[in-house]
């Protein structure tokens, strides 16, 4: 994933906070957080990160 990718994700993060959203990320390959960290960019604040997709679910499933 390009620096210029991941900066649009961000601007993404942004508009579904705005919204009164938080999003989840899910299975962020260590080479992404790597350029993610020299880049100087983080999901901290806009996104909670699990990490993987069976981790988000079985924290956001209800199960009745």
């Given at each position: 994933m390009e620096v210029e990718i991941i900066n649009q994700l961000m601007k993404i993060l942004d508009g579904t906070s705005m919204m009164?959203?938080?999003?989840?990320?899910?299975?962020?390959r260590p080479e992404i957080v790597t350029k993610m960290i020299r880049a100087g960019l983080c999901f901290d604040n806009k996104a909670e990160i699990k990490g993987t997709l069976q981790q988000a679910l079985r924290d956001y499933m209800v199960v009745s």
């Open positions: 009164g959203c938080k999003a989840v990320i899910t299975g962020l």
